[in-house]
C-alpha cells in the first residue's frame, strides 16, 4: 500500500491539471489581499489583518464545490484512459486501488488548502496592519476552518464514489452536484410545503447534507454542538460514500 500510495502522490501533484489548480487558487488568494491592501490605500478599506481573516470564511462553503475539482484532478478520466482497468488487469487489489486514491486526493486537497490559506494570511499580514481584535478573529477564522474541512473530504469522498463508478462525465457530475447542491434545494422547497410531517422530515434530511452547517452564519466561537454537527455529517458522507463506492466498485466490470 505505502508503494502504491507514493505512485499515486507522485502521479497526481505531478499533472499539470493539478499544479495549474494550485496555481490558479493560491493567485486568486494573492490577489483577494492586494485588493484588500489596495481599497485600504485609497481609503474605502480601514480593516485590520484579522478582518481579512474574517472575509475570507463566507468562501469556505466554496471549498465543498471545489472539492470536485481535486478529485477530477486525481482520477483524472481513468475510465477513459484505460490506466484503471490496466491496474485491475494487473492484479492490484480493488481495495488498494480505491482507497489509495482516496487517501491520495484528500492529502493533494488538504495541501492545496494549506498553501492557498498561507499565502493568503501571509500576504494580509504583511501588508494590513494589525488591530485590537485580531486574536478574536483569528480564533474564529481556524474554529470556521476546523468545522469546514470534515465537510471538504465528505464532498470530496462522495465525488471520488461517483467517479469511480460512473465511466462517463455528464451524468457523474450530475449525480454529484445534485447530491451536492440540488438535494438542498429540493428539500428547502419540501420545508415549505406546510405538510407538518412532510416539512420535519425534510428538515431533518437536510441537516445530514454537507452544506447545511455551511449555511449557518452566526455561530458562537468553538461552539461544541456546532462543531460537533460539522464532523459528525462530514464523516457520515466521508465513510459512507467511501464504504458504498468500494462496494461498488468491487462487483463494477471495468471495460
Known amino acids: 500500500m505505502r508503494a502504491y500510495l507514493t505512485a499515486e502522490w507522485g502521479k ?3 499533472r499539470p491539471y493539478y499544479r495549474i489548480y494550485l496555481t490558479v487558487m493560491a493567485a486568486l488568494a494573492a490577489a483577494l489581499a492586494l485588493i484588500w491592501w489596495w481599497t485600504g490605500r485609497e481609503g474605502m478599506f480601514q480593516g485590520s489583518f484579522g478582518e481579512c481573516l474574517s472575509l475570507l470564511i463566507p ?3 466554496a471549498g465543498i464545490y471545489l472539492a470536485v475539482i481535486v478529485a477530477d484532478a ?3 478520466d481513468q475510465y477513459k484512459t484505460g490506466t484503471l482497468k490496466n491496474e485491475v488487469s494487473y492484479g492490484l487489489p480493488r481495495v488498494r486501488i480505491y482507497l489509495g486514491k482516496l487517501a491520495t486526493a484528500a492529502a493533494a486537497g488538504l495541501l ?3 498553501l492557498t490559506l498561507l499565502a493568503y494570511a501571509v500576504l494580509c499580514r504583511l501588508l494590513i496592519p494589525a488591530g485590537p481584535e485580531d486574536w478574536q478573529a483569528v480564533q474564529t477564522f481556524l474554529f470556521r476552518l476546523l468545522a469546514a474541512v470534515p465537510l471538504w473530504l465528505g464532498a470530496l469522498a462522495l465525488t471520488m464514489a461517483v467517479m469511480f463508478n460512473i465511466a462517463h462525465t455528464i451524468p457523474m457530475m450530475v449525480v454529484v452536484l445534485g447530491c451536492l447542491g440540488g438535494l438542498s434545494s429540493v428539500l428547502r422547497m419540501v420545508m415549505r410545503t406546510g405538510v407538518d410531517w412532510l416539512a420535519r422530515g425534510a428538515e431533518m434530511l437536510y441537516h445530514l447534507l454537507l452544506t447545511a452547517p455551511m449555511d449557518v452564519m452566526e455561530v458562537p466561537l468553538w461552539s461544541p454542538a456546532w ?5 459528525g455529517v462530514g464523516l457520515l458522507w466521508t465513510l459512507g460514500a467511501a464504504a458504498a463506492g ?3 466498485f468491487a462487483r463494477r466490470d471495468i471495460r
Do not use: E, K, Q, Y
Not at 227 to 231: A, K, Q, R, S, Y
Open 59 to 61: 468562501f469556505f462553503s
Open 112 to 114: 492545496l488548502v494549506f
Open 12 to 14: 497526481a501533484v505531478a
Open 246 to 248: 468500494l462496494a461498488l
Open 227 to 231: 462543531l460537533g454537527w460539522t464532523w
Open 74 to 76: 486525481v482520477f483524472s
